[in-house]
């Protein structure tokens, strides 16, 4: 089969929304973090919306090796969950692992907006982003900004435009995640552009359609229950020409993002440690297919693709045996185990009775929360009582759209006269999602 097969964009009218609420907040703007921010447009064929860019850069990173985009879906709810994805501890620890810039736009769609207008990347979204890496690449210090490979993780209608991305610029795109979102096999009837062809040259790229089993897989009607039957479309098609793309269906969810990061994560993690390049302007490198674990869609058995006895032109596709580990429970229950103790807080400061730290979120299950620790006794907790958001409770607390919620919770706790008093040594552990404790790390002064 020949894969450039006419696809349309999936143009969503959800209005996503965060459960937690959004409050507005004056975000960190100093470095490790730079934005910029465009106004509306009203010339032809450019994006009609504003939009802000905010992007992390790993402190201790020389040269960029790749950007990691973490884009919200369609609504004014989903645009302002979007804000906070640059300042999220578990993805930095992802793109500081790889030594990638991690990127979250957010686009000021008003409410009732065609949402088609940015995540359809032809109408202006495409240029706008590649404009932003270029003016951030200045504003940073870091001119490689501007050539290095993509990482591109959507949601929703964010699925859309990192699908899109894909089809215009497969040799610039090392990954692509689709959470509820992806381009459609079958052609809209309001689509303002004309269809596209999925390119050969995008059939190398490592593709996870991850979406809720609420989405029309076990709950067959109601507001989202075509996005399975798109993203299968769109699976079938890939794989069948041989694209490396898998399925992964998260148990008892629906249109929110869920616990996907525990598998998104992990999955990333594999795919970058393959293909980005080992010197600047290299292309990206080929996946080793040699390592690629495979499973039957819709099932949490895996196989080595050595030992694969079906098809593999209907296949999911993983890209190492970790990976198909973690994808075997994610599909299962979606609790993704982890059995490793978390890294400690990497600096703590006592200044008063008030106690500061830093900290990188453990790789595979995030940050929880903090031990605060006096004289070797656990006094406090932070937060003291955790806030409910979605999937597990986290020290960011997760938005609907895997996203911090606002206002972003401070590494900070103030010593009650009661505990505190000159001669106590003090320390702080971190606890990661699954409930397992860092080692401490005590206060200088």
């Known amino acids: 089969m020949n894969l450039l097969t006419k696809t349309a964009i999936l143009v969503f009218t959800i209005i996503a929304f965060a459960p937690l609420g959004v409050s507005a907040q004056n975000l960190p703007a100093e470095a490790p973090y730079f934005s910029v921010e465009y106004p509306p447009s009203n010339q032809p064929g450019e994006l009609v919306f504003g939009v802000k860019y905010t992007v992390w850069i790993p402190p201790s990173v020389d040269r960029l090796r790749g950007v990691i985009v973490h884009q919200h879906g369609c609504g004014v709810g989903a645009c302002q969950g979007g804000e906070t994805a640059a300042y999220d501890l578990h993805w930095q620890s992802l793109a500081q692992k790889h030594h990638c810039a991690l990127v979250g736009p957010t686009y000021k769609q008003p409410e009732g907006a065609d949402c088609g207008l940015w995540c359809d990347a032809r109408n202006g979204s495409d240029a706008r982003f590649r404009q932003a890496l270029d003016d951030l690449a200045i504003q940073s210090g870091h001119p490689e900004l501007s050539t290095v490979p993509w990482a591109l993780w959507g949601h929703s209608g964010g699925g859309v435009w990192v699908g899109t991305m894909l089809i215009l610029h497969p040799d610039r795109v090392?990954?692509?995640?689709?959470?509820?979102g992806t381009p459609r096999?079958?052609?809209?009837?309001?689509?303002?552009?004309?269809?596209?062809?999925?390119?050969?040259?995008?059939?190398?790229?490592?593709?996870?359609?991850?979406?809720?089993?609420?989405?029309?897989?076990?709950?067959?009607?109601?507001?989202?229950?075509?996005?399975?039957?798109?993203?299968?479309?769109?699976?079938?098609?890939?794989?069948?020409?041989?694209?490396?793309?898998?399925?992964?269906?998260?148990?008892?969810?629906?249109?929110q993002c869920g616990n996907s990061r525990y598998l998104a994560i992990p999955w990333f993690d594999?795919?970058?440690?393959?293909?980005?390049?080992?010197?600047?302007?290299?292309?990206?490198?080929?996946?080793?297919?040699?390592?690629?674990?495979?499973?039957?869609?819709?099932?949490?058995?895996?196989?080595?693709?050595?030992?694969?006895?079906?098809?593999?032109?209907?296949?999911?596709?993983?890209?190492?045996?970790?990976?198909?580990?973690?994808?075997?429970?994610?599909?299962?229950?979606?609790?993704?185990?982890?059995?490793?103790?978390?890294?400690?807080?990497?600096?703590?400061?006592?200044?008063?009775?008030?106690?500061?730290?830093?900290?990188?979120?453990?790789?595979?299950?995030?940050?929880?929360?903090?031990?605060?620790?006096?004289?070797?006794?656990?006094?406090?907790?932070?937060?003291?009582?955790?806030?409910?958001?979605?999937?597990?409770?986290?020290?960011?607390?997760?938005?609907?759209?895997?996203?911090?919620?606002?206002?972003?919770?401070?590494?900070?706790?103030?010593?009650?006269?009661?505990?505190?008093?000159?001669?106590?040594?003090?320390?702080?552990?971190?606890?990661?999602?699954?409930?397992?404790?860092?080692?401490?790390?005590?206060?200088?002064?």
Not at 193 to 221: K, R
Not at 333 to 357: F, H, I, K, Q
Not at 416 to 429: T, Y
């Open 174 to 180: 090392a990954a692509v995640w689709l959470r509820s």
């Open 270 to 445: 594999a795919c970058l440690a393959q293909r980005l390049p080992d010197q600047q302007g290299q292309p990206l490198k080929a996946m080793d297919e040699s390592k690629a674990w495979l499973a039957d869609l819709l099932s949490a058995e895996t196989f080595a693709g050595a030992d694969y006895s079906g098809d593999k032109k209907t296949s999911v596709w993983l890209p190492n045996e970790r990976v198909a580990r973690v994808y075997r429970q994610y599909v299962t229950d979606a609790n993704v185990l982890d059995d490793t103790a978390p890294p400690s807080p990497s600096t703590v400061t006592l200044r008063g009775n008030e106690l500061t730290w830093t900290a990188t979120a453990d790789f595979e299950s995030g940050i929880q929360g903090f031990n605060i620790l006096r004289d070797g006794k656990v006094v406090a907790k932070v937060p003291a009582e955790p806030r409910r958001g979605i999937g597990r409770n986290l020290f960011q607390v997760n938005s609907y759209h895997d996203t911090p919620a606002q206002p972003l919770v401070e590494k900070r706790y103030e010593i009650p006269s009661s505990e505190f008093s000159a001669g106590a040594m003090f320390s702080v552990q971190t606890i990661n999602s699954v409930g397992l404790v860092s080692e401490p790390t005590a206060a200088s002064k």
């Open 185 to 255: 096999m079958v052609a809209e009837a309001n689509s303002k552009l004309p269809s596209m062809e999925y390119p050969t040259a995008a059939l190398p790229v490592p593709v996870m359609c991850n979406l809720g089993d609420e989405e029309g897989v076990t709950v067959t009607d109601g507001r989202f229950s075509g996005v399975w039957p798109k993203n299968e479309d769109f699976y079938r098609s890939v794989r069948g020409a041989g694209g490396l793309i898998g399925v992964a269906v998260e148990p008892n969810c629906s249109h």
